[in-house]
């Protein structure tokens, strides 16, 4: 059992942790704006399945990181090139599938347009693509990485880097979830219904920039 001594020595690093992940929650990357994509132009629902595939992605990197993953990249190289080219080959997909949505004619009535095609993806197909989407993104890997030794190093107790992974894990998918929210808001959907070509055109060029430079990265 921790004492109060050891919950106050230990509380700033486990902090600092929380304010590291928060810091890149809020700048645009992948995954917000994947979830931007989906939540706009397929709904709440969609978002919200896509959200907490994001949070379960991120409980699992955090997890992995916590029990070595660190440590595993550190000796074999390879690994972090293999992430690439699967993150790199996943965010090109992700591009080809936002031009598509960017040159998809729609009907003139925009329910039944919406209606028609989210019987095309199940909301565990959603959850899927978030979980993919997060899990081999090598932006996320890395931020873990310096979450985790902000506020976990050597000599400390288990419990603080269950801390960390717990509470990032908390935070990532509430954060997710709520921008799914906002994003399906009736403004922003009727605002991306008056701009869904320039959007996703903008959404798809994003992601096959970051898609090339992974994957041409060393």
């Not at 550190?74 to 690439?84: D, K, P, Q, V």
């Not at 605002?191 to 070509?197: C, D, K, N």
Request: net charge positive; hydrophobic share 50%; aromatic share 12%.
């Amino acid at each position: 059992m921790f004492s109060f001594a050891e919950v106050m020595q230990y509380l700033p690093g486990i902090l600092l942790s929380y304010a590291a992940l928060l810091v890149g929650l809020v700048s645009p990357g992948p995954a917000l704006l994947g979830l931007m994509g989906v939540s706009l132009d397929r709904g709440r629902p969609a978002g919200i399945r896509f959200a907490l595939g994001i949070g379960t992605g991120s409980f699992s990197i955090g997890l992995l990181t916590l029990t070595g993953l660190s440590a595993v990249l550190a000796t074999y190289a390879g690994a972090m090139t293999a992430i690439r080219i699967f993150g790199g080959l996943y965010l090109l997909w992700m591009s080809y599938r936002a031009f598509c949505t960017a040159f998809r004619k729609r009907p003139s009535n925009a329910a039944t347009a919406d209606t028609s095609h989210a019987k095309q993806i199940s909301g565990r197909g959603y959850y899927l693509r978030g979980l993919a989407l997060h899990l081999t993104n090598p932006k996320a890997i890395l931020t873990w990485i310096a979450i985790i030794s902000i506020g976990f190093h050597d000599g400390a107790p288990l419990w603080v880097g269950a801390t960390i992974v717990l509470g990032c894990g908390l935070i990532s998918t509430s954060m997710h979830l709520l921008y799914a929210t906002a994003f399906s808001t009736a403004p922003a959907i009727s605002i991306y219904r008056r701009a869904a070509g320039w959007i996703n055109g903008l959404l798809g060029a994003f992601f096959a920039i970051i898609g090339v430079k992974l994957l041409l990265s060393r």
